[in-house]
């Protein structure tokens, strides 16, 4: 859905969504995977940068990214991974097509702290959402479970910084990682 789509919504409250991962970043989400043998974790990786390609062809989808705060702060891998993970986010923060905006932390529990998804908006189609989980991904385009997401993804932006001040935030992580 990610190749067709000409807007993404996602909502992220544990890690980086896929998309903005840096090649070590997802290396070491993926070797946390009980069992995965090392040849898996290549492959794996290997398509989620692939995956990426789609923010740099000739008209990209816009993005519209929201992570929960800890995620800035939340140790993967070791301090330099995340430096340059938070190096990546202030990068791709420069993207006309990327808007991320940081979920505060002193909300506590919000609605969405059951699990990430990401809205696609199709062309023509109506809209789909990949819901994650920790067995495996399940994506559905029905119209009570997307509008279901909608109102939770509408609930957590409204409360998520704007974009300056979560740019700011992310450059504090940044530097914090240093």
């Given at each position: 859905m990610e190749q067709e789509a000409h807007t993404l919504h996602t909502w992220q409250p544990l890690i980086v969504p896929g998309l903005l991962q840096t090649e070590d970043y997802a290396r070491a989400i993926l070797r946390g995977k009980a069992g995965i043998r090392e040849h898996e974790v290549e492959a794996y990786v290997r398509a989620r940068m692939e995956r990426q390609a789609i923010l740099v062809r000739d008209v990209p989808p816009m993005l519209w990214v929201v992570?929960?705060?800890?995620?800035?702060?939340?140790?993967?891998?070791?301090?330099?991974?995340?430096?340059?993970?938070?190096?990546?986010?202030?990068?791709?923060?420069?993207?006309?097509?990327?808007?991320?905006?940081?979920?505060?932390?002193?909300?506590?529990?919000?609605?969405?702290?059951?699990?990430?998804?990401?809205?696609?908006q199709l062309p023509g189609s109506p809209d789909t959402v990949y819901l994650?989980?920790?067995?495996?991904?399940?994506?559905?385009?029905?119209?009570?479970?997307?509008?279901?997401?909608?109102?939770?993804?509408?609930?957590?932006?409204?409360?998520?910084?704007?974009?300056?001040?979560?740019?700011?935030?992310?450059?504090?992580?940044?530097?914090?990682?240093?």
């Open positions: 992570l929960d705060e800890e995620v800035l702060h939340r140790l993967v891998g070791d301090a330099e991974i995340m430096r340059r993970q938070v190096e990546r986010l202030l990068s791709a923060a420069t993207s006309p097509r990327i808007a991320i905006q940081i979920l505060p932390r002193a909300l506590g529990v919000t609605t969405g702290v059951l699990g990430g998804f990401v809205i696609a994650e989980s920790a067995l495996n991904g399940h994506v559905t385009n029905r119209p009570e479970d997307v509008e279901a997401i909608h109102a939770t993804y509408d609930t957590i932006r409204v409360q998520a910084h704007p974009q300056h001040v979560s740019t700011e935030l992310i450059r504090e992580a940044e530097k914090a990682w240093t």
